[in-house]
């Protein structure tokens, strides 16, 4: 089996990709260099005299120039349509070579080609034979020309070697590109594609070497998902603001009668667009409401066409395309509508106000964030920053004796650590089929490899985001060359009285309180953007009073600097160790306060028999290879560059640097989504989440100071 990932062009140089597609690569240069020769890359081909030799149709078949099939693949009718027909030819052509070989790729092409123009052609002599349509008589007169035909067929036979949902993406596109040309245009070339486009669509998964698996009863009983259908039918609506478009401006006389829209009603039509596009929103999101209101407005139309469409019939006015296409159309919108109307339950915002915390979107309370703070404790996990899901920005969502903590940017759910319960994979499973069910966008953020390993399994993607630095306290030593930065931090403490002390923040003297609050606030001050939320806490969630912090002061009490400890609990209900979270350091202070507080912290816990030491993972931020699940693509260089851009403001890589004097081992954090086309959604909602108080200049600003 192939690959299951093409490498980034930013990696791939121009001869490597050539190397892979050779025979896309041979069919372009050929088809430019005919073009070249025969002056048809300036000059219109069907200018030509001898274009009637070259082109391919029914004429052509009947009079027996059978040459036609493949002299007739080399060329474009028109000069600017070389850059369509190339287009058509080299994306799904090269996808399909790179993932299925040349010779699998070279078969299907000219064997799909041929079956599309030669079947194409038949086709349309026999219905201009047999019925006196006149579409049918006027095409089966038409010659044609280019290769698109074996192309969008290569492209429904690797679909079927693709996964899951870009499978189904494919398809959909092609499928919905051809239908509506044909349906609008019907010209000789959308026949020929519809032949080749629904053979590739059957015999494409036993060219693959996948053997359908669904029976002739499965396939007229699709087992559809309640995502699956609001994608269908908002997917519908969204077809259908197109196809208004389309409607208005082409001009043509197609398969359902003349078709042409009226200059004056321009109006009407970007009404209709924008109706569309609304209620296509609204039921990608579950709504009611708008399931209701498309239910209406569709039977409304629907009702409005099949009156007209009478009237056609009876003759009391002219035929019209458009009034056939739109009943198609309504009755396969309101087919969707009612047989996926149990898709359609989710409340509004005014309704979230009165669901409870088994919904995803539901509003949070502080009962539910006592419900899951119980729950860690009780459960434990095996995420160490766990402890992070307990604060206060979060919401929780809850399922038996679980819970999953998460917030919400853009229409994106995001899922934060590993859920909590007795079995939290299952538990994953379920958050993300509720987080679908409410109309968003499910992912996991900031996970470990087990839930990774698990999203992969599921068809999901995994992506490295960041990397955990990890003490284990029993073996912790300071001791040899290596610590010689932590020695050199407890003596220079020493000789300049500088010590420190663990508390409870709630607990601190009124005038350690004050400096705390000082210094973090300069250190905001100093960066120019408001302090970093989502996983990476403050003052405000060290006032927990399960959370310690370890103050360095000297003899003067002056505070030097802070870090906050969260708690790791086990699964039989004890905390197994502490996790890092706040640092601050007083500018101009003791030089080697940080790596005071936290040895110091570490050598403390050890002694009070604690397992383990984490310091957190700093996001963006890379420091040993990583786990077997990384996918290292384009996705990294992406993440690398937004950390580059943040570097100079929050100082991520400065950061795991300094995690390294502590001789940390590391495990890598993880962002899964459902595929590579959820990421920048995704990423601009985990971006939104951790910087929710940015304005947009500051975000402008960040962007120019890089």
Not at 129 to 139: C, I, P, V
Not at 297 to 315: F, M, P
């Amino acid at each position: 089996m192939p690959s299951s990932r093409c490498p980034s062009v930013s990696v791939v140089n121009v001869q490597t990709v050539v190397r892979r597609v050779p025979f896309t690569a041979s069919v372009v240069v050929l088809i430019l260099v005919l073009g070249v020769a025969t002056g048809t890359l300036w000059s219109p081909l069907e200018d030509k005299s001898w274009y009637p030799d070259v082109a391919f149709g029914p004429p052509a078949l009947l009079d027996g120039r059978w040459w036609t099939v493949v002299t007739g693949s080399l060329y474009a009718l028109k000069p600017l349509q070389y850059v369509a027909i190339l287009t058509f030819f080299v994306l799904p052509v090269s996808l399909c070579e790179w993932r299925l070989g040349t010779r699998r790729t070279a078969a299907v092409v000219v064997v799909f080609q041929a079956i599309g123009v030669i079947g194409g052609g038949y086709l349309m002599v026999a219905l201009s034979s047999w019925t006196d349509w006149g579409w049918a008589q006027r095409t089966a007169q038409d010659l044609d020309v280019g290769f698109s035909a074996g192309a969008l067929a290569a492209a429904m036979v690797v679909s079927a070697d693709l996964r899951r949902p870009w499978r189904g993406r494919v398809r959909l596109g092609v499928l919905g590109y051809v239908l509506t040309s044909l349906t609008f245009l019907g010209y000789l070339y959308d026949v020929e594609h519809l032949v080749a486009v629904l053979l590739g669509l059957w015999v494409g998964p036993w060219i693959v070497g996948r053997r359908p698996s669904r029976t002739v009863a499965e396939w007229l009983r699709p087992g559809f998902t309640r995502r699956d259908l609001r994608m269908l039918t908002g997917g519908s609506f969204l077809w259908g603001a197109i196809i208004a478009v389309i409607g208005q401006v082409a001009d043509r006389d197609g398969p359902f009668g003349p078709i042409g829209g009226d200059p004056e009603s321009w109006w009407w039509v970007l009404a209709v667009v924008a109706v569309d596009l609304l209620i296509a929103w609204g039921l990608v999101r579950g709504r009611r409401t708008w399931w209701t209101l498309a239910l209406v407005l569709t039977s409304i139309s629907w009702l409005l066409g099949a009156a007209t469409a009478a009237v056609i019939v009876s003759g009391g006015t002219s035929n019209s395309g458009l009034v056939w296409i739109s009943v198609l159309f309504d009755t396969a919108q309101l087919a969707a509508l009612v047989l996926g109307r149990s898709a359609f339950r989710n409340p509004g915002r005014r309704g979230l106000r009165r669901v409870g915390a088994d919904r995803v979107g539901a509003l949070p309370t502080d009962a539910d964030r006592e419900r899951a703070r119980e729950l860690l404790q009780r459960h434990g996990s095996s995420n160490r920053l766990a402890w992070m899901t307990t604060w206060p920005e979060n919401r929780w969502w809850f399922t038996d004796d679980a819970v999953v903590a998460y917030q919400q940017s853009m229409g994106v759910t995001i899922g934060l650590c590993d859920p909590v319960g007795p079995d939290p994979l299952h538990v994953a499973e379920r958050f993300i089929g509720a987080a679908r069910d409410a109309g968003t966008l499910p992912c996991l953020f900031s996970c470990s490899s087990t839930v990774a390993r698990w999203a992969q399994e599921q068809g999901w993607i995994a992506v490295q985001v960041a990397e955990e630095a990890i003490v284990d306290l029993p073996e912790l030593e300071f001791v040899g060359k290596k610590w010689q930065d932590v020695r050199s931090a407890f003596n220079q403490a020493g000789k300049h009285d500088v010590e420190t002390r663990m508390m409870r923040l709630a607990d601190a003297p009124r005038g350690i309180r004050t400096q705390l609050r000082a210094i973090s606030d300069e250190w905001v001050r100093d960066k120019g953007l408001p302090e970093m939320g989502f996983t990476l806490g403050g003052l405000e969630e060290a006032e927990d009073p399960d959370v310690w912090i370890n103050v360095a002061v000297d003899a003067d009490m002056t505070v030097h600097g802070v870090t906050s400890w969260m708690p790791i609990p086990g699964p039989d209900g004890q905390v197994r160790g502490w996790t890092l979270d706040l640092m601050r350091r007083l500018p101009g202070g003791f030089r080697y306060t940080m790596e005071l507080l936290i040895a110091s912290a570490c050598r403390e816990f050890k002694e009070q028999g604690y397992e383990v030491v984490s310091l957190s993972g700093a996001p963006l931020a890379h420091a040993g290879a990583g786990d077997s699940v990384v996918d290292r693509s384009v996705i990294d260089d992406v993440l690398t560059r937004a950390g580059d851009v943040l570097e100079p403001y929050y100082g991520f890589q400065s950061l795991q640097a300094f995690k390294a004097k502590f001789q940390p081992r590391y495990e890598p954090l993880f962002l899964v989504v459902a595929d590579e086309a959820a990421l920048p959604r995704v990423g601009i909602a985990v971006g939104r989440a951790y910087l929710a108080d940015a304005t947009l200049g500051q975000l402008l600003a960040l962007t120019r100071g890089h």
